[in-house]
Antibody, heavy 126, light 107 residues
Framework: EVHLVESGGVVVQPGGSLRLSCAAS????????MHWVRQAPGKGLEWLSL????????YYADSVKGRFTISRDNSKNSLYLEMNSLRTGDTALYYC???????????????????WGHGTTVTVSS | DMQMTQSPSSLSASVGDRVTITCRAS??????LNWYQQKPGKAPKLLIS???SLRSGVPSRFSGSGSGTDFSLTISGLQPEDFATYYC?????????FGQGTKLEIK
């Protein structure tokens, strides 16, 4: 069975740093593009970042560009999100999400985010 | 960045009703539009990809249509388990933005 399990969410002070991890199982990890998506309490979904199978393509939302870094270790079937300069507005449930490989053209086209983890909670508060 | 606008933001309906949720993109996204369902306390679930392609295991009462900038999700014959929040998402170009969501409630 396909599983994504996030970890690393904690309470951190504004300006602090954090690293989220996602352990994948039940599928060939390096066949897939991976994402981080977050959801602030009571709010909607916000796509944050994407990394393709070999890390050659990485994209970020403007809200986290320059502060967050996505990476993966295919030998460990793991996805990561390095989060720096954290703000209170980064408080959210962070989901690790899978998508089939994108189609390369003028843009990097995707066909949906098909497997989601249960999320890990990050709280930024003093 | 691409803006995705869903309407309505909330909707009340009864079991058995037919409902339609719309999603508009600020630029043409061809058919790179996905629909998700999220129930309270749960992760989102992909229902439809590429505007109209129903995912395996999703009931046929769900259908999607549209291309370019205007899209819709229709649920024909609402069931009790369909009351949830629905999100559209464009997968045409990064950042892959979501709509703000439509909360479907029982009337």
């Amino acid at each position: 069975e396909v599983h994504l399990v996030e970890s690393g969410g904690v309470v951190v002070q504004p300006g602090g740093s954090l690293r989220l991890s996602c352990a994948a199982s039940g599928f060939t990890f390096d066949d897939y593009t991976m994402h981080w998506v977050r959801q602030a309490p009571g709010k909607g979904l916000e796509w944050l970042s994407l990394i393709n199978w070999d890390g050659d393509r990485r994209y970020y939302a403007d809200s986290v560009k320059g502060r967050f870094t996505i990476s993966r270790d295919n030998s460990k079937n793991s996805l990561y999100l390095e989060m720096n300069s954290l703000r209170t507005g980064d408080t959210a449930l962070y989901y690790c999400v899978r998508s089939p490989p994108g189609v390369v053209g003028t843009h990097y086209y995707l066909y949906g985010l098909d497997v989601w983890g249960h999320g890990t909670t990050v709280t930024v508060s003093s | 960045d691409m803006q995705m606008t869903q309407s309505p933001s909330s909707l009340s309906a009864s079991v058995g009703d037919r409902v339609t949720i719309t999603c508009r993109a600020s630029q043409s996204i061809s058919s790179y539009l996905n629909w998700y369902q999220q129930k309270p306390g749960k992760a989102p679930k992909l229902l439809i990809s590429a505007a109209s392609s129903l995912r395996s295991g999703v009931p046929s009462r769900f259908s999607g249509s549209g291309s370019g900038t205007d899209f819709s999700l229709t649920i024909s014959g609402l069931q009790p388990e369909d009351f949830a929040t629905y999100y559209c998402q464009q997968s045409f170009s990064a950042p892959y933005t979501f709509g703000q969501g439509t909360k479907l409630e029982i009337k």
